[in-house]
């Protein structure tokens, strides 16, 4: 995991001119503080099975954004349709951004936004 400084065992070096190979190595993570960082990464990096997101299809979300767990008022309601509203078109912005890009930016789109307080 050589991109994790937090893991590495030593600290940087000052000078590029001080940089050796056996330095990296004696650098780097052992073997289980890597595959516990690399789990842990995952694990929070991953969406369950069923999630459900803000920017669905309706095709893929049968309940709706409102389900019938949750107790809101109109007002309420009316807030999260123009959050829904104001990420479609953040996402619309991305979409025309990627256009043509060899690495398109997706880290933070709307349509990874999952429904945290719904199952």
Known sequence: ??????????P???QD???TMELILKS???????FFSMNISNVLGSFSPIERFFLEELAENKLGII???????????????RMIE????????IDARNIGRYLKYDVLSPMKT???TQT
């Open 1 to 10: 995991m050589p991109n994790v400084p937090s893991c590495m065992t030593m």
């Open 12 to 14: 940087p070096p000052k």
């Open 17 to 19: 001119a001080e940089i």
């Open 28 to 34: 780097l993570p052992v073997l289980e503080v890597t």
């Open 67 to 81: 389900g019938d767990n949750m107790a809101v008022a109109p007002e309420q309601e009316a807030c999260i349709r």
């Open 86 to 93: 104001n990420m479609r078109q953040l996402q619309g912005k």
């Open 114 to 116: 999952p429904i945290t």
